[in-house]
């Protein structure tokens, strides 16, 4: 008989495997690589492009004070005066701030826990779901400016549909100023923002419940518990996954926040925003680019914080 065979290295283990890989890529043809490799090079350059680069040359100019006229010798370096000024002697940064985290508890508050149970209701298969999901949905489709446009109609002062509505059911004969009155405007604004992100809750808690598994829920229900108790003890901690994604989306939605204030007054006389901040010193009749630009790297390190909260989180899940 032979003599046995010896221990297999590593590296003599490892070779199969990588033979099958080299194998496998062999295959592809050139006109495979050089597509593989477009669509690599392709979505790698536009978010160079279009996000990495204009962050970083925001991040560079929020050092500097330039209106945007002439050439690159008429940036005049600041270095952080304009954080200072903006933090200190900008009137509207702190209003900007306070109306940002208004939206953010309203959307929290109300838009996804109406969401939810919208989705919780059409989850049981009743009759018409088809046609609710369609309905409920369509403002997430509709774009900002023609939801903007649609609201601007519900609150017209004279003969928008919810002043006469109210006139007819009131004794006041009065019409209300939904849009123009700074101390309605901002709610009216946050009415018309959680019609559509309702929608947008619904489909995402609606999409997490139908992965949820059913033999939880019949367990439950052996074990005696209501719908409500199944619901918020079983269903709801599944959805973990879910009700994370939801949280990063909201708080990243609240800061965004710019068309339908822009379109309904540019952000002014009560609604005032961060992102309405930036494009006002940017765009507007005085820019000053780089303090637009500190605006803009202010509300970039607010967003990206719950995004790499999420990230990390994500990543210690999948380690355990």
Not at 116 to 127: G, H, N, Q, S, T
Not at 151 to 158: C, E, G, M, V
Not at 251 to 259: G, K, N, P, Q, Y
Not at 299 to 309: K, Q
Request: charged share 10%; net charge neutral; aromatic share 10%.
């Amino acid at each position: 008989m032979g003599a046995p065979a010896g221990p297999v290295s590593a590296g003599q283990a490892g070779a199969p495997a990588r033979s099958r890989r080299r194998s496998h890529f062999s295959v592809l043809t050139r006109s495979d690589r050089i597509t593989l490799a477009a669509m690599v090079a392709v979505p790698t350059f536009l978010i160079v492009f279009f996000i990495l680069l204009p962050t970083l040359l925001s991040i560079i100019l929020s050092l500097s004070s330039w209106n945007g006229i002439g050439g690159l010798d008429q940036i005049h370096w600041v270095g952080l005066t304009n954080y200072y000024n903006l933090v200190v002697n900008y009137q509207s940064f702190w209003p900007a701030v306070a109306h940002n985290v208004i939206w953010l508890i309203f959307f929290l508050c109300i838009a996804t826990p109406l969401g939810m149970f919208l989705a919780v209701l059409l989850d049981k298969e009743i009759r018409g779901t088809r046609f609710y999901q369609s309905a409920l949905f369509l403002p997430v489709v509709l774009s900002l400016a023609i939801v903007g446009f649609i609201w601007q109609l519900i609150y017209a002062p004279d003969d928008g549909i919810l002043n006469q509505v109210l006139h007819t059911t009131s004794t006041d004969k009065g019409f209300i100023d939904w849009l123009g009155n700074p101390s309605l405007n901002l709610w009216a604004v946050l009415v018309a923002a959680s019609w559509r992100q309702v929608g947008y809750v619904m489909v995402l808690y609606l999409a997490g419940l139908k992965a949820v598994d059913p033999s939880l829920r019949e367990a439950a229900a052996i074990d005696g518990a209501s719908e409500r108790q199944t619901f918020f003890q079983v269903v709801f901690p599944v959805m973990r996954p879910i009700n994370i994604v939801i949280l990063v989306i909201t708080i990243i939605e609240s800061l965004r926040a710019f068309d339908l204030a822009f379109i309904i007054n540019k952000g002014i006389n009560g609604l005032e925003l961060l992102s309405i901040l930036v494009t006002n010193n940017i765009i507007g009749e005085s820019p000053e680019i780089g303090f637009g630009s500190a605006i803009a790297v202010v509300l970039l390190l607010v967003a990206v914080g719950p995004i790499i909260l999420y990230l990390s989180r994500a990543l210690q899940e999948e380690e355990q």
